[in-house]
Each structure stands twice: as structure tokens, then as C-alpha cells.
């Protein structure tokens, strides 16, 4: 199976700060890597897929990059709905796997 | 409006049998591959199974449920179903379904149903 790594676990920022999340594969996934955002008693929402394409409806704060083991979701200026839990997620084998999470926090 | 409702979550013993249910509006249904993905309590996101579009499709399990659980589909009544059997502690949490895209990427979601596997 694909292991997924996420760094930090959690991180603590303030409103109209810059937050960079980075998840790496095991192996090889290209670009079929997603960022899902996760709020308590809600479903997850998908923000970004391809690893850089953002979902329709998705501010353009929300952004991905890279390819191949290593990418990185960034929210550029924070907002207060954006605390929340992020995950990383490849699609590229089945089974499918998620990162263990970046709990973001208001500082 | 797309709308996932999913249902059928409960207080279950060890050992016991539940189906989930995933009633799908707002879309069709029929064309679209579906997904199971859950949390245990305290936990991280964990997925569970995938099914192809067409009506008896394809299915895909992790290891942790393959044998136990089964995923299917009733196109004509816009409906995605998980059936949980040999139900174990480490089952408890919420389940989620949701419609996938492009490579099995999970779109819509809905808002969980809340399974519970106790004595």
C-alpha cells in the first residue's frame, strides 16, 4: 500500500496568514494526489484534485503543487472558515490512502 | 443541488450485521463511480470501499474490510448500499459516502452516519 505522509500535524496561525501543508507518497503517485478539507459534523470537501486543480467553488486562496512524492496544499491569506482539519489523499492505487491529517488552529 | 443522505447507523454488537444506506440527488446517479470512507472517533480518515458506475460494478476493498464488508448500488433507485457483517470494534465511527470523478476522486460528499459496534 501507498503510505502518506503529512507534516506538520497540527499548526496554530492567525487570520491573514500564509499556511503551507506538505504530504509525501511511498512511492510514485504523479499527480493523482486530492486535499480534502474535514470540519467537525460535516463530510469532507474536496478543494483541490490533480494535485494543483482546484474544485469548482473553491476559493482561490485554496492551492496545490507538485507531482511524483511530494506536494504541498497553501492557503495564502487565512480565513476564519478555514480552521479546520486538511488531509491528502492519492488515488493513483487502490486501496486508496490518506494522510493522517494537519489540524489548523487559530493562534 | 447534489445531496448524499446517508443512514442505517446504529448500536450494533460485535459479531452483528448492519447495511448502510446512500440515497443520491441532484444528479445522475448512474454515472458516477461511489465511495465509502470513514473515521473512527478520534482518528483520521480511512477508506473503505469503491464501486463502479454501472449496476453490479466493479468493487474495490481495503484489507481491513474485505471479506466482511459489501458495497453495491441500485441505479434505479439512486441508491449506494455498504453491507457490514462480522461488525468488530474497530468498525466504530462515522461513514461517509460520496460521488467520485476522474480517477476515483471523492467530489460530493454526504454529512455520516454514525455506526457504533458494542456490548
Known amino acids: 500500500d501507498i503510505q502518506m505522509t503529512q507534516s506538520p500535524s497540527s499548526v496554530s496561525a492567525s487570520i491573514g496568514d500564509r499556511v503551507t501543508i506538505t504530504c509525501r507518497a511511498s512511492?510514485?503517485?504523479?499527480?493523482?494526489l486530492a486535499w480534502l478539507q474535514h470540519k467537525a459534523g460535516k463530510g469532507p470537501k474536496l478543494l483541490i484534485l490533480?494535485?494543483?486543480s482546484l474544485q469548482s467553488g473553491v476559493p482561490s486562496r485554496f492551492s496545490g503543487s507538485g507531482s511524483g512524492t511530494d506536494f504541498t496544499l497553501t492557503i495564502s491569506s487565512l480565513q476564519p472558515e478555514d480552521f479546520a482539519t486538511y488531509y491528502c489523499?492519492?488515488?493513483?492505487?487502490?486501496?486508496?490512502?490518506f494522510g493522517q491529517g494537519t489540524k489548523l488552529e487559530i493562534k | 443541488e447534489v445531496q448524499l443522505l446517508e443512514s442505517g447507523g446504529t448500536l450494533v454488537q460485535p459479531g452483528g450485521s448492519l447495511r448502510l444506506s446512500c440515497a443520491v440527488s441532484?444528479?445522475?446517479?448512474?454515472?458516477?463511480?461511489m465511495t465509502w470512507v470513514r473515521q473512527a472517533p478520534g482518528k483520521g480518515l480511512e477508506w473503505v470501499s469503491t464501486?463502479?458506475?454501472?449496476?453490479?460494478?466493479?468493487?474495490f476493498y481495503a484489507d481491513s474490510v474485505r471479506g466482511r464488508f459489501t458495497i453495491s448500488r441500485d441505479n434505479s433507485q439512486n441508491t449506494l448500499y455498504l453491507q457490514m457483517n462480522s461488525l468488530r470494534a474497530e468498525d466504530t465511527g462515522f461513514y461517509y459516502c460520496?460521488?467520485?470523478?476522474?480517477?476515483?476522486?471523492?467530489?460530493?460528499w454526504g454529512q455520516g452516519t454514525l455506526v457504533t459496534v458494542s456490548s
Open positions: 460520496a460521488t467520485t470523478i476522474i480517477r476515483y476522486f471523492a467530489d460530493n
Open positions: 441532484g444528479l445522475t446517479f448512474s454515472a458516477y463511480a
Open positions: 464501486i463502479t458506475s454501472r449496476h453490479g460494478g466493479d468493487t
Open positions: 512511492q510514485d503517485i504523479g499527480s493523482w
Open positions: 490533480t494535485a494543483s
Open positions: 489523499q492519492q488515488t493513483s492505487n487502490f486501496p486508496q490512502t
